[in-house]
């Protein structure tokens, strides 16, 4: 895995055990979807966004070290990393990817290269 990819220590606001579905989920630059479903493992946590329109309703999965803050007050999840970043990530399956750790290396190396 890559180192801090997959844990949410970074983000400001978050709390550990927080139910963070149906969150709205905010790049960079403007809104890309919603928390779908998160997971919050030691090592492995991450979020799957339903993208919407935006992206004719891909799912993305987003390693929680792009987390940078969360506002439960307004039930938001900002991420550092751009719409276009998020639209052009690997493809993600539910049925084939959802506990792969191959896919996940792939996408910590897709991530990491950006601007964490």
């Known amino acids: 895995m890559t180192g801090g990819m997959w ?14 579905t149906g969150y709205r989920v905010e790049a960079a630059d403007g809104h890309i979807g919603k928390v779908d479903k998160h997971n919050q493992e030691t090592d492995a946590s991450y979020l799957v966004v339903d993208t919407g329109p935006w992206i004719f309703g ?31 990530s690997p493809e993600y399956d539910k049925d084939r990817h959802y506990d792969d750790p191959a896919y996940r290396d792939q996408l910590g190396g897709y991530y990491s290269g950006g601007t964490l």
């Open 58 to 88: 891909r799912e993305v999965l987003l390693p929680a070290g792009t987390v940078n803050r969360v506002d439960h007050e307004e039930r938001t999840v900002y991420v550092n990393r751009s719409k276009d970043e998020v639209k052009n």
């Open 7 to 20: 844990g949410y220590e970074g983000a400001e606001g978050y709390t550990a055990g927080a139910d963070l």
